[in-house]
């Protein structure tokens, strides 16, 4: 998979080095290219940004950087990309999410700061693939990037050879709508706190069910909203 991120802050994304997606990155499997929207503006400032057209507070990024990234991306892409930009105002990101765009070719991630991007740079990007405007969740971060980094790394351990154990991704929270079960290593004992007796016997099918049951009761717990309705 490929992933461009667009960005006025490409430092943000070297963490991605030393993460899963950096492992990932030197087996070949995902190929991020970070870009600085400031190497596209042409004059001295490198301005990204203006006054709103109508009026109202904060600043819009302009949209010819944009364009000129955006072109220069699709350039030299060999299939039409899906555009992805972080937003409040944007669909929320879920596991759902994850597994669809961990399907896809080629990913550009658009990183808006200040009040937004100009709409027309959607606009632009919708004629040359698909655009998606996703939202981690509700509440407003400064700026597409935390968004970015956490939506392509979501995404980048769903592509087929990047977790060691496959199995691992099938049992963990929100694949099949339930949260994980608690987990338990050894020592059996430690400070007081034993490991549930059923985990120490060694009987595969009780110790299955005790987990679902866990994993029903903590879902009603934490997140009624996952179960469905009774009502
Ligand atoms: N940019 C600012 N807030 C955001 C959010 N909640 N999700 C995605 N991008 C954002």
């Known amino acids: 998979m490929r992933v461009d991120v667009v960005t006025i802050f490409p430092a943000f994304f070297d963490v991605l080095e030393v993460s ?70 944007g669909e929320v990101f879920t596991q759902a999410t994850a597994r669809e765009l961990a399907t896809a070719e080629h990913l550009v991630f658009g990183c808006g700061r200040y009040e937004g991007i100009d709409e027309r740079v959607f606009t632009y990007a919708a004629s040359l693939g698909r655009v998606r405007m996703i939202s981690l969740g509700d509440y407003v971060l ?14 980048a351990r769903l592509i087929p050879g990047m977790v060691g154990n496959p199995a691992s991704l099938v049992e963990e929270s929100h694949e099949d709508g339930l949260l994980e079960y608690p987990s338990f290593t050894k020592p059996a004992s430690w400070r007081g706190m034993d490991v549930p007796d059923v985990l120490l ?26 179960l469905p309705s009774t009502d």
């Not at 057209?53 to 000129?68: D, L, N, R, S």
């Not at 400064?142 to 970015?148: D, F, H, L, M, R």
């Not at 595969?204 to 717990?221: L, N, S």
């Open 20 to 89: 899963l997606v950096g492992k990932a990155r030197g087996s070949g499997l995902l190929d991020v290219r970070v870009h600085d929207l400031r190497d596209h503006t042409r004059d001295r400032h490198r301005t990204v940004d203006d006054t709103p057209y109508g009026g109202g507070a904060g600043m819009v990024m302009k949209p010819e950087p944009w364009g000129e990234a955006i072109d220069a991306i699709v350039a030299d892409a060999s299939a039409a990309p899906i555009f992805v930009f972080p937003s409040p105002a």
């Open 142 to 155: 400064n700026g597409g990037e935390v968004a970015s980094m956490a939506m392509i790394e979501a995404i």
């Open 201 to 226: 016997s060694g009987h595969h099918g009780r110790v299955a069910q005790w987990r679902h049951a866990q994993r029903v009761e903590r879902t009603r717990e934490r997140r009624p909203d996952l």
